[in-house]
């Protein structure tokens, strides 16, 4: 499959590792443009670069990979028709207020499907650390395998999500649609905590919708 990256930072350049260690193909870009992106070619053997637009326009899916702050200034139509990849999270510091996310009354990933409507946004990969993604993936069957939850309105969208997950490494634990992907939003129990299953499912459940854990404490 080939997959279109926006963002060449720690989390894009992990997943496009990731896909081409399991015979995807990956095109990465950013917002200078991929004269900028000579290191991260060869540091990445096999990935490709390109323009935002080009890496839009590679294949069917789309990570999205950019502070969260900068989605809007994609454009819709380069996605239209995309499966989109969101691993954003929002961080207020990084980011700026966002008021509608601090009074819990939409998730990050509703937000980037109302600005590219004509997408199917799948919430994945924001709830792991760029590192892990490189250390903690294990072949299919493996007990005890790390699973990444997902959310989505697209069911289709979702299986897609779910076999490329696989593909490199991951379980899936299906957390609902865009409007529940708050269960696993930055400082909630599931957020960047290695867990099986059983684990993520569990951990899922304890969120609470306005109930943060202490920034940080997700890291190991
Ligand atoms: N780091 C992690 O472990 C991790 C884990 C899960 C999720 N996330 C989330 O993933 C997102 C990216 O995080 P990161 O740590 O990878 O960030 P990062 O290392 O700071 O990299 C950000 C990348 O986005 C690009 N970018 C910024 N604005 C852009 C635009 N308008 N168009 C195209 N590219 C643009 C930057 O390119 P330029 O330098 O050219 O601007 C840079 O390549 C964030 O929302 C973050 O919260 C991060």
């Given at each position: 499959m080939r997959i279109g990256i926006i963002g060449a930072g720690f989390i894009g350049r992990a997943v496009a590792q990731l896909l081409i260690a399991a015979g995807h193909e990956a095109m990465l870009s950013n917002s200078r443009g991929p004269k900028t992106l000579t290191s991260v070619a060869s540091g990445i053997p096999g990935s490709q670069?390109?323009?935002?637009?080009?890496?839009?326009?590679?294949?069917?899916?789309?990570?999205?990979?950019?502070?969260?702050?900068?989605?809007?200034?994609?454009?819709?139509?380069?996605?239209?028709?995309?499966?989109?990849?969101?691993?954003?999270?929002y961080y207020p510091d990084r980011d700026g207020q966002v008021p509608v996310l601090d009074r819990f009354e939409t998730t990050t990933s509703r937000l980037i499907a109302e600005h590219f409507k004509d997408a199917r946004v799948v919430k994945v990969f924001n709830a792991i650390l760029a590192n892990d993604l490189l250390t903690d993936g294990r072949p299919s069957h493996t007990p005890e395998r790390r699973a990444l939850p997902i959310a989505a309105d697209d069911a289709e969208a979702k299986v897609a999500v779910t076999q490329l997950?696989?593909?490199?490494?991951?379980?899936?634990?299906?957390?609902?649609?865009?409007?529940?992907?708050?269960?696993?939003?930055?400082?909630?129990?599931?957020?960047?905590?290695?867990?099986?299953?059983d684990g993520l499912r569990t951990a899922l459940a304890a969120a609470e919708r306005e109930v943060e854990l202490p920034m940080g404490s997700w890291r190991r």
């Open positions: 670069v390109g323009t935002v637009e080009q890496a839009a326009a590679f294949g069917d899916m789309v990570l999205l990979a950019i502070p969260f702050e900068y989605y809007p200034h994609v454009p819709a139509q380069w996605l239209a028709g995309k499966i989109v990849l969101d691993a954003n999270n997950l696989d593909d490199v490494g991951f379980d899936t634990v299906d957390t609902g649609g865009l409007d529940d992907s708050w269960r696993f939003e930055r400082a909630k129990p599931a957020y960047c905590v290695p867990l099986d299953k």
